[in-house]
């Protein structure tokens, strides 16, 4: 009997240490998983907040320019057929049929169709409204020249590896920041061989382009 007895104590004892083994190893496998669980969240969590942070970075970028934008003025001289001709202060965006409006409307036998009322405001920008009749060579004419003698404009558009920044802030949605950029981008990384190269300056993305595209040019 004791020998029996012997026998089933020991095999009791071996029960519980094995049972005792495999729970301290379930522990610490549970508790290993619910370490790692937490972690690979805070890492997701820290990964989509760094992604809108950029995003809402990029997006205050885009609004302090817009405001730079909105607040920035040009001077354009507006002779001829208008009821007060003269020098105007207008906002960068304007267009001719904003700087005719600034000067009173159009006279009587004014030859409205020679202007091209939607085009763009530049700094120094002359506008001649001509009589019905009268022939003008220059109806519009903007300054061509930067204080480096190269040009700035071509056909009407900005040449983006010549201009100044002062005539790149009359592109829609480039302000001093923007402008600065551009310059500092074709001083570092040599001239722009195509439109769409603007998009590698920082902070001139897809829609900044878009907004541009029509009014730039890279041609010599």
Same mark, same amino acid.
């Given at each position: 009997?004791k020998?029996?007895?012997? +026998?089933?104590k020991?095999? +009791?004892?071996?029960s519980?240490?094995?049972?005792?083994v495999?729970?301290i190893?379930?522990?610490?496998?549970?508790?290993k998983g &619910?370490?790692?669980?937490?972690?690979q969240?805070?890492?997701?969590?820290?990964?989509?907040?760094?992604? &809108?942070m &950029?995003?809402?970075?990029?997006?205050?970028?885009e609004?302090?320019?817009?405001?730079?934008?909105?607040?920035?003025?040009?001077l354009?001289?507006?002779?001829?057929? +208008?009821?007060?001709?003269?020098?105007?202060?207008?906002?960068? !965006?304007?267009r001719?049929?904003?700087?005719v409006e600034?000067?009173?409307?159009?006279?009587?036998g004014a030859d409205?169709?020679?202007?091209? %009322?939607?085009?763009? %405001?530049?700094?120094?920008?002359v506008?001649?409204?001509p009589?019905?009749?009268?022939v003008i060579?220059e109806?519009?004419?903007q300054p +061509? #020249?930067n204080?480096?003698?190269?040009?700035?404009?071509?056909g !009407?558009?900005?040449?983006?590896? #010549?201009?100044?920044?002062?005539e %790149?802030t009359?592109?829609? !949605?480039? !302000?001093?920041?923007?402008?600065?950029a551009?310059?500092?981008?074709?001083?570092?990384?040599? %001239?722009?061989?195509?439109?769409e190269d603007?998009?590698?300056? #920082?902070g001139?993305?897809?829609?900044?382009?878009e907004?541009?595209?029509?009014?730039?040019?890279?041609?010599?």
């Amino acid at each position: 009997m004791k020998e029996l007895w012997s +026998v089933h104590k020991m095999k +009791v004892l071996v029960s519980i240490s094995v049972i005792a083994v495999i729970s301290i190893l379930g522990w610490s496998s549970m508790s290993k998983g &619910e370490a790692d669980t937490p972690m690979q969240q805070i890492s997701l969590i820290e990964e989509v907040q760094g992604e &809108e942070m &950029e995003e809402n970075s990029s997006e205050e970028i885009e609004k302090v320019e817009e405001v730079e934008v909105a607040n920035q003025e040009v001077l354009i001289d507006i002779k001829g057929q +208008v009821m007060q001709p003269g020098v105007y202060k207008m906002k960068t !965006g304007d267009r001719i049929i904003d700087a005719v409006e600034k000067a009173g409307g159009f006279l009587e036998g004014a030859d409205s169709d020679k202007v091209n %009322l939607a085009a763009l %405001l530049a700094d120094e920008m002359v506008i001649i409204v001509p009589k019905e009749g009268e022939v003008i060579e220059e109806v519009v004419q903007q300054p +061509v #020249t930067n204080e480096r003698g190269h040009s700035g404009t071509s056909g !009407g558009l900005v040449n983006i590896n #010549t201009a100044s920044e002062e005539e %790149l802030t009359s592109l829609t !949605g480039i !302000g001093p920041s923007k402008a600065k950029a551009i310059v500092d981008y074709r001083t570092e990384n040599g %001239l722009f061989k195509k439109e769409e190269d603007i998009m590698q300056v #920082t902070g001139i993305g897809q829609k900044s382009f878009e907004k541009l595209r029509n009014e730039i040019t890279v041609a010599n």
